[in-house]
C-alpha cells in the first residue's frame, strides 16, 4: 500500500500580515490553496521564487522542497483599485492597522448583505 502525503507550505510572517490587511479569511482559504497547489499561471520571480496565480489571488512562493509564501498580492490591478478606493470612500487612512480593520468591516457588511432576502 502506497501512502501519499498532501504537499505542505507554510507562511512567512509578511505573507499573515499581507492575509490580514487584505481581510482575507477562512472563506478565502480554498483559494488561496488552490493559487498555491494548482495554480493557473506561474512565473518566475528571481532566483528561488515565483508568482503562483489563481483567480483574485497572486502568491509570491519560494521554490523547493519547503515551500513558503512570501507575500499575498491582489492578482488583478482592479482588484487593487477597488481595494483602495473603498477604503477610501469610507474615510479611512492607508496605515495596515487602519485598513485592515476597515477591510474586515466592509466584506462583514458585504457577506451579510448576500444572506439577506431582497425587498
Not at 483567480?55 to 513558503?68: E, K
Not at 488583478?76 to 477591510?103: F, K, L, Y
Request: glycine share 6%; proline share 6%; net charge positive.
Amino acid at each position: 500500500m502506497t501512502t501519499t502525503t498532501a504537499p505542505t507550505f507554510s507562511f512567512s510572517a509578511h505573507a499573515k500580515q499581507r492575509m490580514a490587511e487584505m481581510a482575507l479569511g477562512p472563506d478565502d482559504a480554498p483559494l488561496i490553496r488552490e493559487a498555491m497547489l494548482n495554480p493557473r499561471t506561474v512565473k518566475a520571480a528571481g532566483v528561488g521564487k515565483e508568482y503562483r496565480t489563481r483567480g483574485r489571488i497572486t502568491l509570491l512562493v519560494t521554490t523547493g522542497p519547503n515551500p513558503v509564501v512570501v507575500s499575498v498580492l491582489w492578482a488583478r490591478m482592479v482588484d487593487w483599485a477597488e481595494d483602495e478606493a473603498t477604503i477610501r470612500s469610507r474615510g479611512h487612512d492607508s496605515s495596515a492597522d487602519q485598513h485592515r480593520r476597515a477591510r474586515k468591516q466592509i466584506r462583514s457588511r458585504k457577506k451579510h448583505s448576500h444572506h439577506s432576502p431582497r425587498g
